[in-house]
């Protein structure tokens, strides 16, 4: 309490206008922002909650075409991203603190370092999201495209695929009657053993451009708010007595990470 | 003369502010409305709005019921413009006006007097969410002029993915009205665990706003998946994402899921608010404490719990196995317990209170009987044999109205008619006020009850034909909507006509011991002129009468004179 009490009087005068007229204080502000802020990351949690079910869902449906169909996704592009996401998470956790410690310089810098990643990882996106389009590896009713009998014969332009792909089946067993209350397993699927690629592939694409898609839109929102931050932290407005916005942005940054870190290993490392 | 002067002078801790500075009248023009942050404005604005989605909303509810006066083809209306008629009725209604209704305009209005605070916790958040809402309803309302959709108000697929109706605004600005909720929601929980003053802890809170906080985590926790579902929606319409399409491996059944995994919580978004004000108004007018705070409290979370665990009772006969479907009506039973543990407290309060029967505590009672109904014929649906034969009859049809009309909009009217004279500084007529009340309740019972009898005989709800053998019912039906609806014309003028000529409100009208009743009639700009002291907020039987005043004032503690 003595140290609240010495932080606000410190602030008086200053920074006093940044407290609202209905908080006794600044500590019960910045609380409640932050306490705001966790509620909200809880509400994108089950946002994304959504298609993590349905992700369950059709996996255990299809548990073949997700075996067969993950092997389309770039690992080595996917394993990049996720470092450059994690470094980004980096850079915003020393920016709060380059914010707390009221260093403007280097605090634009971070932030800028953390937009520079966030663009990094878009771009990385947009490659990966280019060749899908070229080949019409793509969701639901677009998906048109040619898929060789059998997986060695991938079209040419994807890295040859491990032989063991024969062996390489989902842990989990396939559900022997689906679901119960969810649709029915649909057409057969290919029959143990045989070759040639399984029915609904385009399900794989549907769901992996859902869950990428919308963590993009996410990216490109906390890019927004991260420049919105550079243009406060450059008018001078973060010190020690005032950091919450930075903080908050961070906090979403690091759910934007969290989320791409489930991502990765749901859709490009399947066995 | 300050206020407080002239509370000194006897007139109530505050008494009425029309005539001095209020938050009416703290700033004058449209932007100062239009840009407020103060959280009473906002409110204001919110019934504003509300009311008019109800109104709108009720125009289609007696055009429909119009139409089914007669069993064969009516001039009124062909069958494509009756389906998007329920539709939009439904869609409006729930949307809208119900899960909006209690929580963003009285919730609004006086979850911060409640709490001694002088505003919500994010008070640019909360203008942003009634922002949200307008943005909201003018893109589902715009799907009306684009191609009002007729999917009826649960857009279930494949339906919905392939009729030629406007269903992406629709969904779009259902979408966006979710992040109203999910704001507002948010806002009321940091401002109830941040802003509570000293001394009320958790178990001295009134209980609406025990209401209010359950209604508050189902809205932040169910709302995402709602918005979710309606993005998958969007994009199957417009992408064709094949997630809802079987001819593409997805899965139709799947959107009832998500959709109910929403819809049903939100069904608690809607009831939880209204026990709420009925907690307090039913100790208020049977001049007595609560019986059983901490059982009504835990209730409200109980069945805030309980609410996500019930979504698979919509499903019973969509395919949904035989032991979900046990495991879904046990849990839906489960429901009943807490929602019986209130009643029975409610009931418990009124024995041997001395009952006032005003205008409010008619909707108490009406509430007491029309949510029992409508809760005991919630058993029959949730019972899985019984339910074969109910679903989409009108018996469905007419135990929800039972719950969201007879339950929420009741409790609603309730809590507007108890807390008018805070919000406006007037009282309305009390002789046209039990007219109103009983007009609504006799409409109500005569419009849905009927369709109990007609539902249990099997016809089917939504279908723009019926058999003859119907038509009885039906006609009884809509005879009763023209009731209800006359009630609801007796109750908007004389509440229009209080806003001119009402007698002045005093601080407390009707013996309240909660804070907002502790500031005057209107409320000032920051809520109180001083901090008032936290007591228990039942403690009703502390105010006493006074002629003088023409409202309540605090019993004077041993030695001290009254008044003050």
Same mark, same amino acid.
Not at chain 1, 139 to 145: D, L, M, P
Not at chain 2, 209 to 223: C, E, F, V
Not at chain 2, 404 to 420: D, E, N, P
């Given at each position: ?10 602030v ?8 609202a007229?209905?908080f006794?204080?600044a500590?019960q502000?910045?609380e ?5 802020m966790?509620?909200?990351?809880a509400?994108?949690?089950?946002? $994304? ?5 349905? #992700?369950?869902? #059709?996996?255990s449906?299809?548990?073949? *075409?997700?075996v ?13 991203n996720?470092a ?8 915003m956790?020393?920016? *709060? ?5 009221g ?6 810098g ?8 966030a663009?990094? $990882? ?6 990966e999201?280019?060749?899908k389009?070229?080949e019409?590896l793509?969701?639901?009713a ?7 009998p ?25 559900a ?13 699927t290919?029959?143990?053993g045989?070759?040639g ?5 385009q399900?794989? $694409?549907?769901? #992996?451009?859902l ?11 906390? @890019?927004?708010?991260?420049s919105?931050m @550079?243009?406060?932290a450059?008018r001078?407005? $973060? ?5 919450t ?5 961070g906090?979403?940054?690091?759910l934007?990470d ?5 991502l990765f ?7 | ?7 000194a ?5 505050? =008494?009425n ?11 004058? =023009?449209i932007?100062?409305?239009l ?7 906002? %409110?204001?604005m919110?019934l504003?709005v ?7 909303? %009720?125009?289609?509810?007696e055009?429909?019921?119009?139409k ?8 009124l ?18 949307f ?8 963003a305009?009285l ?6 007097? !409640? ?11 909360n ?7 307008? +943005? ?5 309302l ?9 999917t %009826?108000?649960t857009f279930?697929?494949p339906y919905s993915?392939t ?7 629709m ?6 009205l +979710?992040f ?7 806002n ?27 209604t508050?985590?189902?809205q ?6 709602? +918005? ?21 491996g ?6 009832q899921h ?11 978004i809607?009831?939880?608010?209204? !026990? ?7 100790s ?9 705070y ?5 209730s ?9 665990l019930?979504w698979?009772?919509?499903m019973?006969?969509? =395919?949904q196995?035989?032991?979900?479907? /046990?495991?879904?009506?046990?849990l839906?039973f489960m ?29 108490v ?7 029992g109904?409508? +809760? ?13 034969h ?15 009309f ?16 805070? /919000?406006?500084?007037?009282m309305?007529?009390?002789?046209w ?9 006799v ?14 005989? =099997?016809?089917p709800?939504?279908s723009?034909?019926?058999?003859p ?10 005879? %009763? ?11 908007a003028?004389?509440?229009?006509h209080?806003l001119l000529?009402g007698?002045?409100a005093?601080?407390n009208p009707?013996g309240?011991?909660t ?6 009639s209107?409320?000032?700009h ?25 409202g309540?004032v ?11």
């Amino acid at each position: 309490m003595a140290a609240g009490a010495t932080r606000e009087g410190s602030v008086a005068g200053t920074h006093a206008h940044h407290v609202a007229h209905h908080f006794d204080n600044a500590e019960q502000q910045f609380e409640s922002g932050k306490l705001g802020m966790w509620i909200f990351l809880a509400t994108e949690i089950l946002l $994304f909650g959504g298609l993590f079910c349905a #992700y369950a869902v #059709y996996r255990s449906n299809h548990p073949e *075409v997700f075996v067969y169909a993950h092997r389309f996704l770039d690992t080595t592009l996917g394993a990049v991203n996720t470092a450059v996401l994690i470094c980004s998470s980096f850079t915003m956790a020393l920016a *709060v603190r380059a914010a707390q410690l009221g260093r403007r310089r280097q605090l634009l810098g971070l932030l800028g370092t953390t937009i520079a990643l966030a663009a990094c $990882f878009l771009g990385i996106k947009g490659v990966e999201y280019e060749q899908k389009w070229k080949e019409g590896l793509l969701w639901g009713a677009h998906f048109h495209a040619k898929l060789a009998p059998s997986p060695p014969a991938l079209p040419q332009t994807l890295p040859p695929v491990p032989a063991a792909a024969g062996e390489e089946r989902s842990l989990i067993p396939p559900a022997a009657i689906g679901p119960a209350g969810l649709a029915r397993p649909g057409r057969p699927t290919v029959a143990e053993g045989s070759e040639g690629p399984p029915h609904d592939v385009q399900v794989f $694409f549907a769901v #992996y451009f859902l869950m990428t898609g919308l963590h993009g839109i996410h990216v490109i929102v906390g @890019m927004a708010l991260l420049s919105w931050m @550079m243009v406060r932290a450059g008018r001078g407005e $973060f010190g020690p007595a005032y950091v919450t916005p930075v903080d908050l942005t961070g906090l979403y940054w690091h759910l934007v990470d969290l989320i791409w870190i489930f991502l990765f290993p749901l859709l490009y490392l399947i066995r | 003369m300050t206020g407080i002067e002239s509370g000194a002078a006897g007139f109530g801790q505050g =008494g009425n502010a029309l005539g001095r500075d209020n938050y009416l009248n703290h700033e004058r =023009g449209i932007k100062s409305w239009l840009l407020t942050r103060d959280h009473k404005r906002i %409110g204001v604005m919110y019934l504003v709005v509300i009311l008019s989605s109800f109104f709108l909303g %009720g125009i289609f509810a007696e055009l429909i019921r119009t139409k089914l006066l007669t069993p064969g083809n009516s001039a009124l209306m062909k069958a494509d413009t009756y389906n998007q008629m329920f539709t939009l009725h439904g869609a409006i209604m729930i949307f809208l006006f119900v899960i909006p209704g209690i929580p963003a305009s009285l919730g609004n209005f006086v979850l911060p007097l !409640m709490l001694g605070a002088k505003d919500v916790a994010f008070p640019r958040l909360n203008l942003a969410s009634f922002y949200l809402w307008v +943005g909201g309803a003018l893109l589902a309302l715009g799907s009306m002029v684009t191609g009002a959709v007729d999917t %009826g108000w649960t857009f279930y697929t494949p339906y919905s993915t392939t009729t030629n109706t406007n269903v992406i605004m629709m969904v779009a600005g259902i979408f966006v009205l +979710g992040f109203s909720s999910i704001f507002t929601g948010l806002n009321f929980v940091v401002t109830i665990h941040k802003l509570r003053p000293a001394g009320m802890t958790w178990f001295r809170m009134p209980l609406f706003l025990w209401g209010i906080y359950g209604t508050a985590i189902i809205q932040i926790m169910a709302t995402p998946v709602l +918005g979710i579902t309606l993005l998958l929606l969007i994009a199957e319409r417009a992408l064709g994402i094949g997630i809802f399409d079987p001819a593409l491996g997805g899965d139709p059944v799947l959107f009832q899921h998500f959709f109910w995994f929403y819809s049903h919580p939100a069904v608690y978004i809607m009831i939880l608010p209204a !026990m709420g004000v009925i907690s307090e108004l039913v100790s208020v007018f049977s001049r007595k404490h609560i019986f059983g705070y901490s059982f009504i409290a835990m209730s409200s979370i109980a069945i805030a719990v309980l609410s996500f665990l019930v979504w698979g009772h919509h499903m019973f006969v969509a =395919g949904q196995s035989t032991l979900s479907s /046990m495991i879904f009506s046990f849990l839906t039973f489960m429901v009943a317990i807490p929602s019986a543990v209130k009643v029975f407290n409610w009931l418990a309060t009124m024995y041997k209170g001395s009952i006032w029967l005003a205008t409010p505590m008619l909707y108490v009672l009406s509430f007491l009987f029309l949510f029992g109904i409508g +809760g005991l014929t919630g058993l029959f649906l949730g019972a899985l044999a019984v339910d074969v034969h109910l679903h989409d009859t009108y018996f469905v049809v007419a135990h929800f109205h039972y719950v969201m009309f007879g339950g929420t909009v009741i409790a609603f009217l309730g809590g507007l008619h108890y807390w008018w004279p805070k /919000m406006f500084g007037r009282m309305y007529s009390e002789f046209w006020g039990r007219i109103g009340a009983l007009l609504v309740f006799v409409g109500f019972n005569t419009t849905f009850f009927t369709q109990f009898v007609m539902g249990s005989h =099997g016809a089917p709800r939504r279908s723009y034909h019926y058999q003859p053998q119907f038509e009885a019912y039906h006609r009884l039906s809509t005879i %009763g909507a023209y009731i209800l609806g006359v009630g609801f014309v007796v109750i908007a003028v004389y509440l229009i006509h209080s806003l001119l000529r009402g007698r002045p409100a005093p601080a407390n009208p009707w013996g309240g011991a909660t804070l907002e009743w502790q500031t005057s009639s209107p409320p000032p700009h920051d809520n109180f002129e001083s901090t008032p002291a936290v007591g228990d907020p039942y403690d009703v039987e502390a105010w006493t009468w006074d002629g003088a005043v023409g409202g309540f004032v605090r019993r004077a503690p041993a030695g001290q004179p009254a008044g003050s």
